[in-house]
């Protein structure tokens, strides 16, 4: 019996990711997600930090950590499958591209729906080449066979899938990625709001100017040549400062690095 058809009531979706679930857009991401399906039963399937696992679990979440695998693993599949039928899964909602790949056949094969939401592709680490013509290959096939909806949070990166005829108009749709801006609220009314009040906080003088990153602290972010670049910016405008908001595997020598141009 195809598992999207057990009870009269609202669905059991099961995010699924197979990239480490710890800090960064996807993780923040899921647990909007998770704020916003209230009266939802939600479940969370992949390799998890014990910090993301607790955040999740707090808003209601089930998790069930998964080991990594390679992105080709056949007998992961079955294996992703019988979860998704032990758990009477509706809706398996994939977030990144291994787990797109695996998450969405397994849906198919344990007859739920599948929801696949492109933050980034494959097709974008391959511009040109065989490789390109391959994974724009399996992304069609992805699309077609095993993909009820596709979510985009950028909507040229939907056009650009639309016009490369990788999936069907019917199927996508427009999301952006949504922000709770209550926490300004919060903010200003304890008189945080300042620009001022920030740069002293961070201990910067009020006359100086900065430049301010906020995100996941990665190699692919390119903050090695963010800060080469900076370094260059203080020899002609001494009174300007770089400030880096974020956390990430990258923290610690991205810090050292700061540390040594100054």
């Not at 919060?186 to 906020?214: C, M, P, Y």
């Amino acid at each position: 019996m195809s598992c999207f058809i057990r009870k009269a009531e609202l669905p059991h979706v099961l995010y699924f990711s197979l990239s480490q679930l710890d800090v960064g857009g996807i993780e923040t991401h899921i647990l909007e997600l998770l704020k916003g399906l209230d009266g939802y039963k939600v479940s969370l399937a992949g390799p998890v930090t014990e910090q993301f696992k607790r955040s999740a679990e707090h808003y209601g979440a089930q998790v069930y950590p998964l080991r990594p695998v390679h992105k080709y693993d056949l007998n992961a599949i079955r294996k992703y499958a019988a979860l998704f039928r032990e758990l009477e899964v509706d809706i398996v909602h994939t977030q990144d591209t291994r787990g797109g790949l695996l998450g969405r056949i397994a849906a198919r094969l344990a007859g739920c729906k599948a929801v696949h939401t492109v933050h980034t592709s494959s097709l974008f680490w391959n511009p040109k080449g065989l490789k390109r013509l391959l994974h724009r290959g399996i992304e069609t096939v992805l699309a077609r066979l095993f993909t009820d909806r596709m979510i985009f949070v950028a909507r040229p990166v939907m056009q650009w899938y639309l016009n490369m005829k990788i999936v069907s108009a019917d199927k996508v749709r427009y999301i952006p990625n949504g922000i709770d801006l209550n926490f300004l609220k919060e903010a200003k009314r304890r008189g945080q709001s300042s620009i001022t009040h920030l740069k002293k906080s961070w201990g910067i003088d009020e006359n100086e100017s900065v430049v301010l990153f906020v995100g996941r602290l990665s190699c692919e972010k390119g903050l090695d040549t963010l800060i080469e670049a900076f370094a260059r910016v203080l020899r002609h405008y001494p009174k300007t400062r770089l400030v880096l908001v974020g956390d990430g595997p990258e923290k610690e020598s991205l810090a050292h690095r700061l540390a040594s141009l100054n």
